[in-house]
């Protein structure tokens, strides 16, 4: 199991600890989506479990 949390009740919980707009926050998960080439959370939290079991295959993550 992952610790990722994947509700709104989630991102309210981070924008109110990491005073970020909720814009920024949507920004930052469509461009870690872009840079994963998945379409939604269950992608990305599957893809992250994928490389904590050792199967990952997608493509590294570029740093820009």
Partial sequence: STPIK????????????????????????KHIYAKTD???????IDLIE???EG???AAPVSAS
């Fill in 55 to 57: 199967t990952g295959e």
């Fill in 6 to 29: 994947s509700s709104a009740a989630s991102d309210v919980y981070k924008r109110q600890v990491m005073t970020l707009s909720k814009s920024t926050i949507e920004t930052h998960i």
């Fill in 38 to 44: 998945v379409h939604s959370k269950q992608e990305l």
């Fill in 50 to 52: 994928s490389y904590q």
